[in-house]
């Protein structure tokens, strides 16, 4: 298996509602990540997680609450967003100290906030 | 200035053009050189990767870095509709996923 699965692929939601999004991969990759892509933008980082553990925030409001259950699995949680968060969100995995050889991206959740 | 700066395009060639796609960049500190393919409503996919100067040949792609000129190069011989797509460069002074910096992207469309 080589692939980074996200759920679901598209999303609307409210300003006041709470939904997850999902990432999956079971490539043994031990550094997973959250990315946001704006259109005709690159991906912006936004989480890393490192061995299950919190690395990295890039100043990310507490609207978007990460967790990464198992080595695994990552979540995305969304709470109160603004329609300005609408975007692409994207997982991506590698193996730690290797991301330039195997970075691999899911294929995003395409978010629209109402 | 921008740390990693890329036409946006839109580039259009019609089928079986060389296809040359390029970055620039100003931290000198970058010796990990990526570029990635990205299809619409799609994440990026790993294309080609290079370490420090040099050049890297994978069938139809190769690509090429200038440590001195602080440019990189991605070329696609013979390409084809199906190579219509955004690249992006990407680049890193390190190994780990976190000090990657994207350039914005090149979209490039292959006329049949």
């Known amino acids: 298996d080589t692939e980074v699965t996200q759920t679901p692929k598209h999303l609307v939601m409210g300003m006041t509602n709470k939904k997850s999004l999902k990432c999956e991969q079971h490539?043994?990759?031990?550094?997973m990540y959250w990315y946001k892509q704006k259109a005709k933008k690159p991906p912006e980082l936004m989480f890393v997680?490192?061995?299950?553990?919190?690395?990295i925030n890039e100043s990310v409001p507490s609207r978007f609450s990460p967790e990464c259950p198992n080595s695994s699995l990552l979540n995305l949680h969304l709470h109160a967003l603004q329609p300005e968060d609408s975007a692409l969100y994207l997982c991506?995995?590698?193996?730690?100290?290797?991301?330039?050889?195997?970075?691999?991206f899911g294929s995003g959740t395409r978010l629209t906030v109402v | 200035q921008k740390e990693v700066e890329q036409d946006p395009g839109p580039l259009s060639v019609p089928e079986g053009a060389i296809v040359s796609l390029n970055c620039t960049y100003s931290?000198?500190?970058?010796?990990?050189f990526m570029w990635y393919r990205q299809y619409s409503r799609k994440g990026p996919e790993l294309l080609m990767y290079?370490?420090?100067?040099g050049n890297k040949e994978d069938g139809r792609f190769t690509a090429q870095v200038d440590k001195s000129s602080k440019y990189i190069s991605l070329f696609i011989r013979d390409s084809q509709p199906s190579d219509s797509a955004t690249y992006l460069c990407?680049?890193?002074?390190?190994?780990?996923?976190?000090?990657?910096?994207f350039g914005p992207g090149t979209r490039l469309s292959v006329l049949p």
């Open positions: 997680y490192s061995y299950e553990k919190l690395s």
């Open positions: 991506a995995s590698s193996q730690e100290g290797q991301a330039q050889t195997g970075y691999t």
């Open positions: 290079t370490y420090s100067s």
């Open positions: 990407a680049m890193s002074a390190g190994l780990h996923g976190q000090n990657f910096v």
């Open positions: 931290n000198s500190a970058f010796q990990y």
């Open positions: 490539m043994g990759h031990r550094a």
